[in-house]
């Protein structure tokens, strides 16, 4: 019960990281002609205070502008660059490697 608990929490967590994540993409690409920042430290500090860290391995969040991808380890804690499924919201949801995309 404690680990389910445990993995319920950090996935809130990493909801939550993910969005904010997304949200300061957007208004990075607003600021900048549509233009993706080249990595999450470009946010910092006006867009984030801090890169957020993944709750699943403590290493900052993953981003990848080539692949417009913003995303978790999950919680096996193994990076296989990101979600798999190509429906946006199975990809959000996705156990292994929580994945939000950038296309519209």
Do not use: C, N, W
């Not at 607003?30 to 910092?44: D, H, I, K, M, N």
């Not at 990848?64 to 429906?87: C, F, M």
């Amino acid at each position: 019960m404690v680990e389910s608990t445990l993995h319920r929490s950090a996935r809130t967590d990493v909801d939550r990281y993910l969005t904010a994540t997304f949200i300061a993409i957007r208004s990075y690409q607003a600021g900048q002609g549509g233009v993706l920042p080249p990595s999450l430290e470009a946010l910092v500090p006006e867009y984030l205070d801090v890169v957020p860290r993944d709750p699943y391995d403590g290493q900052p969040l993953r981003y990848s502008a080539e692949k417009k991808i913003v995303y978790s380890v999950g919680g096996d804690g193994t990076d296989s660059g990101g979600s798999r499924s190509t429906d946006d919201e199975a990809a959000f949801e996705d156990g292994k490697e929580p994945t939000l995309r950038l296309e519209p």
